[in-house]
């Protein structure tokens, strides 16, 4: 896998209208988004030559690949449908590389989204097996509160630690015009938030949002002659702690671990060497725990280390500049990757992180079990 440093890049990013969006179809909105990372490229839909998408969208929708290049009006040499939960974003970005690589294709597109805030229709089912909702563990917070109840016993962290967190993503959120959450908030008041399910306030946990984002990866030869200055991959890694996420330590060291070995091994990289991270926080602590697996920090000292601002801009480590899934809005961490991809380029206005030249981005899922980490440069 080292030989694929560098080898390939990003060269365009687009998203749709986010936030509620109830006058757009899933399928509307992933056109949309479409649109914009081809006009982000400076290309026209017929030199995309692939499509992978995230089949979580409806629930479970065959070939979705499919049914969205029929929309598209398209023919393709690969298409692939992905589902890894919210590890999925990062990894179709590794399968894209994959696939050019072995001369399945040339142009990938990746796309996900749908709509999270206004559908009618009942959402998607949690749990199941042994410890399931039929003994009353119910959705992904519950399942996840488990994690940080035994990183607070083991290690001390506290709801001042996941308040840190939490006052960052909506400071960075309040600098992005296309955030959903704009209004002030101070730590009283993230204290103040109701609970959800304890350890978890109601400003611990990622928003539900209608949106969809789309990334475009090609060879970094082919990216020489594109619109953009393309940002490369220097590193990919991917890991499952699939023995479940109440196994062993699972709840407290997630698959990021090896997952961003990997990826920091075929860059070349160490956790002192990013600029900025942009990490997959569907609740506040699998943030802080991500970058404890990293190497930001050690096992326990993550709670200190997301406080005193070094994880705000002008901080150590600017973390989820864009508000992330706390403040911005939820697609599964697609938008991780377009804010990882705008902040290195240097678009990103008044958020943007003075001299940007690597970005290093997480995906988790299945919860907490599925991890995927792409390490970018400009």
């Known amino acids: ?54 089949s979580h969208l409806l629930g479970a929708v065959r070939v979705h690949h499919q049914n969205l290049s029929e929309r598209l009006g398209i023919d393709t040499a690969f298409g692939v449908s992905l589902s ?16 050019i690589e072995a001369g399945f294709c040339k142009t990938v597109l990746c796309v996900h989204g749908d709509k999270g805030a206004t559908r009618k229709t009942p959402g998607r089912g949690e749990g199941g097996g042994e410890f399931g909702p039929e003994y009353g563990l119910y959705g992904a917070a519950g399942q996840h509160a488990f994690g940080l109840t035994r990183h607070m016993h083991e ?26 959450m704009q209004a002030d908030m101070t730590l009283e008041d993230y204290h103040n938030s109701r609970w959800i399910v304890w350890p978890f306030h109601l400003f611990d946990c990622c928003l539900r949002s209608d949106g969809a984002a789309a990334v475009i990866v090609t060879s970094a030869e082919r990216a020489k002659d594109m619109k953009q200055k393309p940002v490369h991959i220097m590193g990919m890694g991917r890991a499952n702690n699939s023995r479940g996420y109440i196994w062993g330590d699972h709840m407290t060291e997630l698959g990021a671990k090896e997952s961003g070995a990997q990826a920091f091994a075929m860059a070349g990289l160490e956790p002192k060497d990013i600029d900025t991270a942009q990490i997959y926080d569907c609740f506040t602590y699998i ?27 002008g901080g150590e480590l600017p973390t ?57 440069r400009n």
């Open 1 to 54: 896998m080292a030989s694929l440093k560098d080898k390939y890049a990003i060269v365009g990013v687009g998203h749709s209208a986010l936030g509620k969006v109830p006058e757009l179809s899933d399928y509307g909105l992933q056109v949309m988004a479409v649109k914009a990372a081809l006009d982000d490229a400076g290309l026209k839909k017929t030199d995309v030559d692939a499509v992978i998408t995230h």
């Open 155 to 180: 290690y001390g962290t506290t709801h001042d630690h996941m308040g840190a967190i939490a006052v960052a993503c909506r400071k960075h959120a309040q600098l992005n015009p296309v955030a959903a």
């Open 287 to 313: 943030l802080m725990a991500t970058l404890e697996d990293y190497g930001f920090c050690k096992k326990g000292e993550g709670g200190p280390f997301v406080s005193g601002g070094r994880i705000e801009l």
């Open 320 to 376: 989820n500049t864009s508000g992330g899934m706390l403040s911005e809005c939820y697609i599964e961490g697609m938008l991780q990757i377009v804010e990882g991809v705008r902040q290195l380029r240097g678009e990103c206005g008044p958020r943007q992180v003075k001299d940007a030249e690597t970005a290093i981005i997480s995906g988790n899922g299945g919860n907490a079990v599925c991890h995927s980490t792409l390490i970018l």
């Open 84 to 99: 890894a939960g919210g590890a999925t974003s990062c990894l179709m970005v590794q399968v894209a590389a994959a696939a």
